[in-house]
T-cell receptor, first 113, second 114 residues
Framework: EAGVAQSPRYKIIEKRQSVAFWCNPI?????LYWYQQILGQGPKLLIQ????????DSQLPKDRFSAERLKGVDSTLKIQPAKLEDSAVYLC???????????FGPGTRLTVT | AQSVAQPEDQVNVAEGNPLTVKCTYS??????LFWYVQYPNRGLQFLLK??????LVKGSYGFEAEFNKSQTSFHLKKPSALVSDSALYFC????????????FGKGTRLHILP
């Protein structure tokens, strides 16, 4: 079974630039999550999709972050414009259901200079 | 709102000894509880979960965890540690059914000493 795919694996941008991350979940997984993991901290949920609908985006900085999951499969997370404090690993995860265990992708390490 | 605490930043255990990684939680309803492990340069991997039923949950790689409702704890345990168990461990909680958001602890780094 293929795991959760993410790209790119690494990205370096300057502040005020924009960046986009892509995630392809495990086939058949209805729930998709985006997390931000800052060094030394646990993952922080940014947004959760159930199929192509948003279940929770209460911790998403909506003035600069956006995410979509068209057709209920893969998803993109965008930051525009980036700030220095956005430097982190962005993790995508998927699960069969809201109560199920999550399967994580390898993450995208973002460095904002 | 739910919360989860991992009181130890780091735990050191000699190989072959039993290990415990602590986790306590706070929810308004009944919890779903999870443990994940993160190896260097790799993504998080699911270890085990408590949803309902038996308080002792067995998971991957010989790990187990005990749900204690009165102490609001869900400590991760293993009878005999291996050097390969060295990694970063995260406890996570979801307050069911009223809140779908999952909250992760800050993580505990486990060092198994040869």
């Amino acid at each position: 079974e293929a795991g959760v795919a993410q790209s790119p694996r690494y990205k370096i941008i300057e502040k005020r630039q924009s960046v986009a991350f892509w995630c392809n979940p495990i086939s058949g997984h209805a729930t998709l999550y985006w997390y931000q993991q800052i060094l030394g901290q646990g993952p922080k949920l940014l947004i959760q999709f159930q199929n192509n609908g948003v279940v929770d985006d209460s911790q998403l900085p909506k003035d600069r972050f956006s995410a979509e999951r068209l057709k209920g499969v893969d998803s993109t997370l965008k930051i525009q414009p980036a700030k220095l404090e956005d430097s982190a690993v962005y993790l995508c995860a998927s699960s069969l259901s809201r109560a199920g265990e999550q399967y994580f992708g390898p993450g995208t390490r973002l460095t904002v200079t | 709102a739910q919360s989860v605490a991992q009181p130890e930043d780091q735990v050191n255990v000699a190989e072959g000894n039993p290990l415990t990684v602590k986790c306590t939680y706070s929810v308004s309803g009944n919890p779903y509880l999870f443990w994940y492990v993160q190896y260097p340069n790799r993504g998080l991997q699911f270890l085990l979960k408590y949803i309902t039923g038996d308080n002792l949950v067995k998971g991957s790689y010989g790990f187990e965890a005990e749900f204690n409702k009165s102490q609001t704890s869900f400590h991760l345990k293993k009878p005999s540690a291996l050097v390969s168990d060295s990694a970063l461990y995260f406890c996570a909680v979801r307050d069911r059914p009223r809140d779908d958001k999952i909250i992760f602890g800050k993580g505990t780094r486990l060092h198994i000493l040869p």
